[in-house]
């Protein structure tokens, strides 16, 4: 089959650099983002989210010196946050880690599951409890899942249109009418088929994949890898039961240029110096693009419900 966008590691967003100087007093004029308290506690001390929900019901978090109970409650890193007592300590001038985990088959990215499930912190060690996952694979899948010390960093890459690039298996053939969707892009009412069944998300639309190339397309099973700038809950599963076929493997191969590079299943690996370089680069212009966009329009909301628990 002829495919007009097989290379497509060449059009990776993530390799774009910055083409503007500093906004001047740039510091001084950005807004100051608010944060969720549960997000905020998750983030600074050893708590997950949950955890932090359960302590601000009973009345142990305070938010300068008031005690809150409110769960929707949005503090910025100028107020005192005090957990019995004691202030939430925030360092400021910290160095900010990412580091890439190779997720195994068979656990959840949560720090903890009410039904007892094994989560990828039952693996990782002690020293990345506070680490938070950017994105999310499901149960069934594998590979590369980045995770870091900064909740902002972790926000602008979840939500930022970064490549990624996943291997499929699927039961059954890769028709053009697929090839022609991945290569346009499609807009569903019903996209119930391949989401989880408590799901609340009923309709998505699918922008063009970046690339794609079929590595075999037969009747049993097919296998394909994808380039996609998305990461909305369960997307390639959906948009693949739409055609009537199932994922029966899914794998991500890199996350905005970032690989696992031989990393084993069930491992971590630190950034190397060119990767922390090239995710500077990336945030830096997307921080500039966000702001001036700023100028023009009011501020979107970042919290897009077709992004509600990020799995693939």
């Known amino acids: ?35 969720r308290l549960n997000k905020y506690l998750s983030h600074n001390t050893k708590y997950s989210r949950r955890e932090a929900d359960e302590l601000i019901k009973e009345g ?122 991945m290569l346009e892009g499609l807009e569903l009412e019903d996209a119930t088929k391949g989401a989880r069944s408590d799901s609340k998300i009923t309709s998505m639309s699918f922008a063009p994949f970046i690339g794609y190339t079929i590595i075999s397309s037969a009747k049993k099973y097919s296998k394909i890898k994808v380039a996609i700038s998305e990461g909305k809950n369960r997307e390639l599963r959906r948009f693949f039961a739409h055609f009537d076929l199932n994922v029966l493997d899914l794998k991500r191969l890199e996350f905005g240029g970032i690989s696992l590079n031989n990393l084993p299943s069930g491992k971590v690996r630190y950034l190397s110096r060119e990767e922390y370089r090239n995710l500077r680069d990336y945030i830096e212009v997307d921080k500039e693009h966000k702001f001036n966009r700023k100028n023009k329009n009011d501020r979107q909301d970042r919290e897009d419900k077709q992004y509600e628990q990020k799995d693939l």
């Open 60 to 181: 142990k978090i305070k938010v300068d010196d008031e005690v809150v109970i409110d769960l929707g409650t949005k503090v910025t890193y100028k107020n005192k946050v005090y957990l019995r007592d004691k202030l939430v300590y925030v360092d400021k001038h910290r160095k900010i880690t990412v580091v890439v985990y190779n997720k195994q088959k068979g656990e959840i990215v949560s720090k903890n599951d009410p039904q007892g499930r094994r989560t990828i912190f039952d693996t990782l060690s002690k020293r990345f409890a506070h680490f938070t996952p950017i994105g999310r694979l499901d149960y069934g899948s594998e590979g590369v899942l980045l995770l870091s010390d900064d909740v902002k960093v972790a926000d602008k890459l979840m939500h930022g249109d970064l490549e990624r690039i996943y291997k499929l298996k699927l039961d059954g053939f890769i028709t053009p009418s697929i090839e022609k969707a």
């Open 1 to 35: 089959m002829t495919n007009e966008n097989k290379d497509f590691k060449d059009n990776s967003k993530f390799k774009k650099q910055a083409t503007t100087k500093s906004l001047k007093n740039k510091k001084e004029t950005e807004e100051i983002e608010e944060t």
